[in-house]
Every structure is written in structure tokens, then in C-alpha cells.
């Protein structure tokens, strides 16, 4: 059963690798959140003034035990620590919307999903498998635009300012516990709203309302009304976990052969 599985996993994410306009649409956010906006704030602050309204404003939310007499030094630990974690809470969902939208229904465009269902596998364990498959893609995606950003992001302070950043304690629990979480809920209701929809269009429209929240969160990060802090991402990270199993187990209970075949 686990190489039949395995066989689900590699398909699904073969056939998106494959496919260049899906590949590409893959690669989009992430390379304009993790390459271009860390490098435009990095450009704003090289050649804004720092005394500037707008940029004390923001200062002024950093811990005071983060702050030390070089301001374009403590403007690049609040971008790198406080502003763009919060991009890889919503990379995961735009990959994972990708993938997951065509789960089943791209089975269906490719008249593939009786022969699906003809596998010795429960509709439970193919439910799964298409979880697994597009949890494991947006986890890369996310992996490898948080590396490609770290580079990015060092390189370019490294040139401007003749220094390093590193990152905080808050990206491990966003890497390793909010992102995993939050990927894993948009995952679950695209896949469970791909067995009903007819295409993958339709599949990808809940996405939208799944990336409202984070935007949200992105707005108040960006006009100064908040930070978010480490036991703040702990709290998330722990509701959103256990809302992800729970959503999980109840959309694999209910899944039918019926709600495939309609």
C-alpha cells in the first residue's frame, strides 16, 4: 500500500513539474515575495531618509532591546524578522492552491479518476495521498523560497551595508510550525473542494477567501499597527495545527464516492 501511495505522490507532483504554465505559476509569488520585495525595502532604505516620519514609525514598534544607533541596521532586522515571515504563511496557500486544485479534478479532466478508483487503495488512503502530495510540494516551495531569499536578502546588505542579518527565533516557528499548519488547512479544503468541482478553476476560487486573513495580517505588519512576536506565532501556530488534524480527519470521514463521481 505505501509504494501504491507513493506512486499517487510522484504522479501528482510530476504532473505539475511537467506542466510549464502550472510550473511557472508556481514559482511566480514566490520569487516576487521572496526576491523583489525584500530587495525594493532594502533599496527604499538605502536611498530614503531614515529620519523620515513613515520609517520612526515603524522603529518604534521594535523591542528596544533590538535596536542599537545604526537605523538601517535595525529597519533590516524589522523587515527580515518582523515583516517577512509573515509572506511564508501565505506562500505555502498559493502553492499549495496549485497543486491541490487539481488533485481530483485533474484526474477528471484526464479521465483518469476511475482508474483511480479502481486501485486497491480506500478512498481514504487516495485522500491522503493527495494531501500528502501537495502538503509536500508547498513545503518545498517554501524551503527553497525561504533559502533563496536568506541569500538574496544577506547578499544584497552585505553590499549595501557591509554587514549580516540573521534570522530570529520566529522563523523556526514559522517554517516549522505555522507554515506546516496553515498549508495543511488550505490543502485539505481545495483537495475537498476539487472532488466537486468541475474545473480547476473552480477549485482554486476558495483559495481567495483562505488568503484574506493573511493579507490582513500583511497590511497591519506593513502600515506599523502591529508585529507580530514569537509567542504570538506560537499561539497561531498551535490553533492552526490542531484545526489542520481536526479538518483533516473530518473531510476524510466524509469523503464519498458519490461527491467524486458527481
Same mark, same amino acid.
Given at each position: 500500500?505505501?509504494?501504491?501511495?507513493?506512486?499517487?505522490? /510522484?504522479?501528482?507532483?510530476?504532473?505539475?513539474?511537467?506542466?510549464?504554465?502550472? &510550473?511557472?505559476?508556481?514559482?511566480?509569488? +514566490?520569487?516576487?515575495?521572496?526576491?523583489?520585495?525584500?530587495?525594493?525595502?532594502?533599496?527604499?532604505?538605502?536611498?530614503? +531618509?531614515?529620519?523620515?516620519?513613515?520609517?520612526? /514609525?515603524?522603529?518604534?514598534?521594535?523591542?528596544?532591546?533590538?535596536?542599537?544607533?545604526?537605523? &538601517?541596521?535595525?529597519?533590516?532586522?524589522? $523587515? !527580515?524578522?518582523?515583516?517577512?515571515?509573515?509572506?511564508?504563511? %501565505?506562500?505555502?496557500?498559493?502553492?499549495?492552491?496549485?497543486?491541490?486544485?487539481?488533485?481530483? $479534478?485533474?484526474?477528471?479532466?484526464?479521465?483518469? !479518476?476511475? =482508474? %483511480?478508483? #479502481?486501485?486497491?487503495?480506500?478512498?481514504?488512503?487516495?485522500?491522503?495521498?493527495?494531501?500528502?502530495?501537495?502538503?509536500?510540494?508547498?513545503?518545498?516551495?517554501?524551503?527553497?523560497?525561504?533559502? $533563496?531569499? %536568506?541569500?538574496? !536578502?544577506? =547578499?544584497? =546588505?552585505?553590499?549595501?551595508?557591509?554587514?549580516?542579518? *540573521? +534570522?530570529?527565533?520566529?522563523?523556526?516557528?514559522?517554517?516549522? *510550525?505555522?507554515?506546516?499548519?496553515?498549508?495543511?488547512?488550505?490543502?485539505?479544503?481545495?483537495?475537498?473542494?476539487?472532488? /466537486?468541482?468541475?474545473?480547476?478553476?473552480?477549485?482554486?476560487?476558495?483559495?481567495? &477567501? @483562505?488568503?484574506? +486573513?493573511?493579507?490582513?495580517?500583511?497590511?497591519?505588519?506593513?502600515?506599523?499597527?502591529? !508585529?507580530?512576536?514569537?509567542?504570538?506565532?506560537?499561539?497561531?501556530?498551535?490553533?492552526?495545527?490542531?484545526?489542520?488534524? *481536526? @479538518?483533516?480527519?473530518?473531510?476524510?470521514?466524509? &469523503? /464519498? #464516492?458519490?461527491?467524486?463521481?458527481?
Amino acid at each position: 500500500m505505501k509504494n501504491q501511495i507513493l506512486a499517487i505522490i /510522484k504522479k501528482d507532483i510530476r504532473s505539475i513539474t511537467s506542466n510549464h504554465r502550472m &510550473f511557472v505559476t508556481l514559482l511566480i509569488v +514566490p520569487i516576487v515575495l521572496t526576491v523583489l520585495v525584500p530587495t525594493m525595502f532594502i533599496l527604499i532604505m538605502r536611498f530614503s +531618509p531614515t529620519e523620515s516620519a513613515d520609517f520612526q /514609525k515603524l522603529l518604534a514598534l521594535l523591542p528596544s532591546a533590538e535596536q542599537n544607533e545604526n537605523t &538601517f541596521k535595525n529597519m533590516l532586522r524589522l $523587515v !527580515l524578522n518582523y515583516m517577512l515571515p509573515a509572506f511564508f504563511m %501565505l506562500i505555502p496557500i498559493m502553492a499549495a492552491s496549485v497543486m491541490a486544485a487539481c488533485s481530483f $479534478v485533474g484526474e477528471k479532466e484526464k479521465r483518469t !479518476l476511475e =482508474t %483511480l478508483l #479502481y486501485s486497491p487503495l480506500s478512498l481514504k488512503q487516495i485522500f491522503r495521498a493527495k494531501v500528502l502530495a501537495a502538503f509536500l510540494l508547498s513545503m518545498l516551495v517554501s524551503a527553497i523560497s525561504f533559502i $533563496v531569499m %536568506l541569500l538574496v !536578502l544577506e =547578499t544584497e =546588505t552585505w553590499l549595501f551595508a557591509g554587514f549580516f542579518l *540573521l +534570522p530570529d527565533i520566529k522563523w523556526l516557528l514559522v517554517l516549522l *510550525l505555522v507554515s506546516p499548519a496553515v498549508s495543511l488547512i488550505a490543502i485539505t479544503l481545495i483537495v475537498k473542494a476539487s472532488a /466537486k468541482a468541475q474545473s480547476v478553476e473552480d477549485a482554486q476560487q476558495g483559495a481567495v &477567501f @483562505l488568503i484574506l +486573513p493573511i493579507i490582513m495580517l500583511l497590511a497591519g505588519q506593513f502600515s506599523g499597527v502591529l !508585529l507580530i512576536n514569537a509567542w504570538v506565532l506560537l499561539a497561531l501556530g498551535i490553533v492552526c495545527a490542531l484545526l489542520a488534524v *481536526l @479538518l483533516l480527519k473530518q473531510s476524510m470521514s466524509n &469523503f /464519498k #464516492y458519490e461527491t467524486l463521481l458527481k
